[in-house]
């Protein structure tokens, strides 16, 4: 049972400003730089609404992955410091691939990728780690999240795309309690596939696609204050199953109004695999 975190002054629903996109006849792209670099840019253009969050710690339990897109979960992990490149990979990955098997149910789980992230700007320069997102996005499309197999496990990619697979994340703190620029997540059940635009990742080496959000005023919004390093939010940005199951799952920082004053800035790890089944 995930506990619920300050109660007693963390309101069932704030209102909160979600950047969404704004359509302006061309594709947006956003440019990222190679491992380490700080060198980020982008030609979205944003779309601010007002919208209400929802406080997911009202509704223990009520999260289901193949239907709400997430869930909310307890999960301790041994890792001491997220600093640590080597420490993730040896300690981290492995959690992290048996998580998300107890999570989906799959045979096989292979972690692919994962990115740090601050709100601390002297941090980021520091550990060249990347900034958090505002703005609302689905991270992989109906081309990229088959063409990221082929990408990484090219021999085996053939026989794993002829069955069902997912790419399932998993976000967490690293350090503190999140005070500044948590994680939103919208209910999968409440987007429409009309709701995404394409968006090009374009990387040194490579060009990918996610899925930028426009508004839609049936999107329901939740967010779980406060989370702690033994909590994770698990949740799929594709699944190739097309049978009214959640498939994609909107999601963006934002700027929380129940933030404390003097709040650290937030410090998460994001987490990308493979759920073949």
């Known amino acids: 049972?995930?506990?619920?975190?300050?109660?007693?002054?963390?309101?069932?629903?704030?209102?909160?400003?979600?950047?969404?996109?704004?359509?302006?006849?061309?594709?947006?792209?956003?440019?990222?730089?190679?491992?380490?670099?700080?060198?980020?840019?982008?030609?979205?253009?944003?779309?601010?609404?007002?919208?209400?969050?929802?406080?997911?710690?009202?509704?223990p339990g009520d999260f289901v992955l193949e239907r709400d897109g997430f869930h909310f979960t307890h999960h301790d992990t041994k890792v001491q410091s997220f600093f640590d490149e080597d420490e993730i990979r040896r300690i981290y990955y492995p959690e992290m691939e048996a998580l998300v098997k107890a999570e989906t149910g799959a045979r096989?789980?292979?972690?692919?990728?994962?990115?740090?992230?601050?709100?601390?700007?002297?941090?980021?320069?520091?550990?060249k780690i990347r900034e958090v997102v505002q703005r609302a996005h689905n991270d992989y499309t109906e081309w990229s999240g088959p063409q990221r197999v082929r990408d990484v496990l090219p021999d085996e990619a053939d026989d794993l795309l002829s069955r069902r697979f997912a790419i399932v994340q998993v976000w967490r703190p690293i350090r503190h309690p999140v005070e500044t620029f948590p994680l939103a997540i919208c209910d999968a059940r409440t987007v429409a596939f009309e709701d995404f635009v394409l968006s090009e990742r374009r990387y040194p080496n490579r060009i990918g696609q996610t899925?930028?959000?426009?508004?839609?005023?049936?999107?329901?919004?939740?967010?779980?204050?406060?989370?702690?390093?033994?909590e994770a939010l698990v949740f799929k940005v594709y699944d190739s199953l097309?049978?009214?199951?959640?498939?994609?799952?909107?999601?963006?920082?934002?700027?929380?109004?129940?933030?404390?004053?003097?709040?650290?800035?937030?410090?998460?790890?994001?987490?990308?695999?493979?759920?073949?089944?």
């Open 211 to 230: 899925y930028a959000v426009n508004y839609n005023p049936a999107h329901r919004w939740y967010w779980f204050p406060r989370m702690r390093r033994d």
């Open 1 to 59: 049972m995930v506990q619920l975190a300050e109660p007693e002054t963390i309101p069932a629903s704030v209102e909160a400003t979600i950047n969404y996109h704004r359509d302006t006849g061309e594709t947006p792209y956003t440019f990222t730089g190679g491992p380490g670099s700080l060198d980020i840019r982008s030609s979205a253009v944003p779309d601010p609404h007002r919208v209400v969050m929802h406080n997911g710690r009202m509704h």
């Open 108 to 127: 096989r789980v292979v972690v692919f990728d994962h990115t740090l992230r601050t709100a601390d700007d002297a941090l980021r320069e520091e550990r």
């Open 242 to 277: 097309k049978d009214g199951r959640a498939r994609w799952t909107a999601h963006t920082a934002f700027d929380d109004p129940t933030s404390p004053p003097n709040a650290r800035p937030r410090e998460s790890i994001e987490i990308r695999t493979f759920a073949f089944f």
